[in-house]
């Protein structure tokens, strides 16, 4: 059963709809995929439903969580999560409303420095209830004051630029907990991105489930080294595209990064179909 574990929607800061994936799995002869946008499980329902035009391809139910640890970001995706729970439910909405709150004084620093920018410009870009860096930077972009991602991230978004405000701070340990507590698998994301690698044996400590190994940005030489750590550690290796609708060389990252599941009993065993 071979599926990319790691894909954005519209419904966080991906540039297609939960349809338009499904449909590129399908094209890319997947046999499942996970929704994991971030901080929100809104996109899933529309995936689910999708899927049932095809026989035998699975949506697995995913979130990525954003978090904080001693002022290093970590995301933790989250797996086979009961996303219609309360639980969730409660927390997207806190989520939801911290990013609003931090676009909003995102947008006043950039006004502060010259730049005409709405709200509701970035909004445009979001088009769902998550709006993040990477919309403002899009509005941006339109308006002509950068000429990329990278040059809004580099002249204004980053930490340390002038329009950068720090993020509402879920804590490794809560997100950890929280997966665990709606029946989910907790991963770390994107690990070889992580830039202390003590970070990595802290999740560990904390009941981390596994790693991603394998993903679109991970050179050879951190794939050995997380496989290293991840067989000392008896974790579980999951892999995926990280693929946010971007075309890459004229492809999109979908089903270019993926796992068998069927190599992993503990996610092979709680694949089923999932209800509307």
């Known amino acids: 059963m071979i599926a990319d574990l790691h894909v954005h929607t519209i419904y966080s800061d991906g540039l297609l709809t939960p349809e338009q994936v499904v449909d590129l799995a399908v094209k890319k002869d997947l046999n499942a995929l996970a929704i994991t946008d971030h901080d929100t499980t809104s996109g899933i329902y529309r995936a689910v439903k999708r899927s049932k035009l095809y026989e035998n391809f699975h949506i697995i139910p995913g979130m990525e969580l954003s978090c904080i640890h001693e002022d290093e970001e970590v995301h933790i995706l989250g797996y086979f999560i009961e996303y219609n729970s309360i639980n969730i439910i409660n927390l997207t909405k806190k ?3 911290e990013r609003v709150i931090r676009a909003k004084k995102i947008i006043a620093n950039l006004n502060k420095l010259g730049l005409d920018i709405t709200l509701s410009e970035v909004k445009a870009f979001s088009g769902q209830d998550i709006i993040g860096r990477p919309h403002i930077a899009r509005a941006l972009i339109k308006k002509g004051y950068v000429k990329n991602m990278n040059q ?7 930490k340390g630029k002038p329009a950068y405000v720090k993020r509402y701070k879920l804590t490794i340990e809560n997100a950890i907990n929280l997966i665990h507590n709606i029946g989910g698998i ?3 994301a994107h690990p070889g991105l992580i830039e202390r690698e003590e970070i990595i044996y802290y999740c560990i400590e904390l009941g981390v489930d596994g790693m991603e190994i394998i993903h679109s940005k991970h050179s050879r030489e951190k794939f050995l080294k997380l496989m290293d750590i991840a ?3 008896d974790m579980i290796k999951t892999g995926g595209s990280d693929c946010h609708g971007k075309l890459i060389n004229g492809e999109y990252l979908l089903g270019n990064y993926y796992i068998n599941i069927d190599t992993i009993p503990k996610m092979k065993g709680m694949i089923k179909v999932v209800n509307l």
Do not use: E, G, V
Request: glycine content about 0%; charged content about 20%; cysteine-free.
């Open 152 to 158: 809004a991230f580099n002249k204004f978004l980053d």
């Open 186 to 188: 907790a991963i770390i």
């Open 95 to 97: 989520l939801q409303y």
């Open 231 to 233: 067989n000392r550690y």
